[in-house]
T-cell receptor, first 115, second 111 residues
Framework: EAGVAQSPRYKIIEKRQSVAFWCNPISGHATLYWYQQILGQGPKLLIQFQNNGVVDDSQLPKDRFSAERLKGVDSTLKIQPAKLEDSAVYLC?????????????FGPGTRLLVL | EDQVTQSPEALRLQEGESSSLNCSYTVSGLRGLFWYRQDPGKGPEFLFTLYSAGEEKEKERLKATLTKKESFLHITAPKPEDSATYLCAGDGSSNTGKLIFGQGTTLQVKP
């Protein structure tokens, strides 16, 4: 079974530029999560989708971050404009459903450095 | 505020030297406590889910236990390949599967 795919794996940008990350979840997984992991910290949930609807985006900085999952499969996370503090690893995860019994499977992450 | 705290932040062991990692949580309505392993440059890999106090789960040299306030990850006779960052996370009462992660314990096992 193919895992969660993410691209690009690495990205370096200047502050105030924009950047986009792509995620393809495991086939058949209805729930998709985007996490931000700052160096030395655990992942923090940014946004959760159930199919193409948003379940939780309470910790998403909406003035600069946006995300979509138009067809309920792939998802894109965008930052515009980027700040220095956005330097982090952006992890995508998916699960069959949002229930407690369902394990979240993580992709390899996109490492973003904002200069 | 829901919170998960792990200790120690870093742990160095000799191969074969057993030890335990701690995860303390204050997550309202905790429904599940998860352990993940994260290797450098990779995403977290699922290890265990614990649902109720007193529950234990094992996988090779790892055993996870849960009490009402904390969880332990016991590592018995570790090998260098067990070197990684171990993350614990709580699933609270939001009923959405939202995980609250601790900061992780970075384990280094020397041969």
């Amino acid at each position: 079974e193919a895992g969660v795919a993410q691209s690009p794996r690495y990205k370096i940008i200047e502050k105030r530029q924009s950047v986009a990350f792509w995620c393809n979840p495991i086939s058949g997984h209805a729930t998709l999560y985007w996490y931000q992991q700052i160096l030395g910290q655990g992942p923090k949930l940014l946004i959760q989708f159930q199919n193409n609807g948003v379940v939780d985006d309470s910790q998403l900085p909406k003035d600069r971050f946006s995300a979509e999952r138009l067809k309920g499969v792939d998802s894109t996370l965008k930052i515009q404009p980027a700040k220095l503090e956005d330097s982090a690893v952006y992890l995508c995860a998916s699960s069959i459903s949002p229930g407690l019994q369902e394990t979240q499977y993580f992709g390899p992450g996109t490492r973003l450095l904002v200069l | 505020e829901d919170q998960v705290t792990q200790s120690p932040e870093a742990l160095r062991l000799q191969e074969g030297e057993s030890s335990s990692l701690n995860c303390s949580y204050t997550v309202s309505g905790l429904r599940g406590l998860f352990w993940y392993r994260q290797d450098p440059g990779k995403g977290p890999e699922f290890l265990f889910t614990l649902y109720s106090a007193g529950e234990e789960k094992e996988k090779e040299r790892l055993k996870a236990t849960l009490t009402k306030k904390e969880s332990f990850l016991h590592i018995t006779a570790p090998k260098p390949e067990d070197s990684a960052t171990y993350l614990c996370a709580g699933d609270g009462s939001s009923n959405t599967g939202k995980l609250i992660f601790g900061q992780g314990t970075t384990l280094q096992v020397k041969p």
